[in-house]
């Protein structure tokens, strides 16, 4: 073979070799962009979501998305009327303290005279009647008077009592002479529900107890009379 041919061939392969190397610098290079583009997709996409999470968290906490908080929940119950509810005029319902019997002209009372020693009314759940004169001072400090008769299911009246358990400003008490088996009092307010389940529960509660409707408000709800 001659020297030229060998030249010839050496230089092809040296050629050879030189695109070899090429190739697989090439081949490095894209794989390392693929890489990267990967991570960086990936880390976008983290990213997002992670900024779609906190802005739907941000938005439930300022109350303009997502499921309402319980504050807003209780203004919700606390606005619009109670369906059945009955109204007297706070100006009529006198509110003088006396030790002789008032009579009153609904069952259970919604205001007037009464005793000058107020219910405990600090979530009290009384298991017997009380004096209609002790329970109305409480109804002038804003408490709400839960009350049942023999007809209200056991079921409801343990429910009712565990709000009202809860409730300060709250009490609750068998009623015989009332006309339905669960009825809810305030000052000047009253409405019959159909169980402790029934939605105008939680919206009495809301709307009365320490409401606009209340004489005194933050007057006590301790310190006055217990049950016998």
């Not at 190397?21 to 890489?35: D, E, F, G, K, T």
Request: hydrophobic share 35%; proline share 6%.
């Amino acid at each position: 073979m001659s020297y030229d041919r060998r030249a010839r061939i050496e230089q092809m392969r040296n050629a050879d070799r030189a695109r070899d190397r090429r190739n697989r610098i090439l081949a490095v290079s894209l794989s390392a962009v693929v890489v990267a583009g990967l991570v960086a997709f990936g880390s976008y996409t983290i990213l997002d979501k992670s900024d779609s999470d906190g802005s739907d968290s941000s938005m439930t906490a300022d109350g303009k998305g997502g499921t309402p908080s319980a504050g807003e929940k209780d203004e919700n119950l606390a606005t619009g009327p109670i369906e059945g509810e009955k109204s007297w005029d706070a100006k009529k319902l006198t509110r003088n303290h006396v030790t002789d019997a008032v009579d009153y002209p609904m069952k259970p009372p919604v205001g007037g005279d009464h005793d000058p020693v107020w219910m405990n009314c600090d979530g009290e759940v009384y298991k017997k009647s009380i004096p209609d004169m002790n329970a109305v001072h409480a109804l002038e400090h804003g408490s709400v008077w839960v009350t049942y008769t023999d007809d209200a299911p056991a079921t409801d009246v343990a429910k009712l009592a565990d709000r009202v358990s809860k409730t300060p400003y709250s009490l609750m008490s068998p009623y015989k002479d009332q006309a339905g088996a669960i009825m809810l009092t305030a000052w000047g307010k009253q409405v019959a529900v159909d169980g402790a389940d029934d939605p105008r529960v939680a919206q009495f509660f809301a709307h009365y107890v320490q409401g606009p409707q209340t004489p005194e408000p933050g007057a006590a709800c301790t310190g006055g009379r217990d049950g016998e």
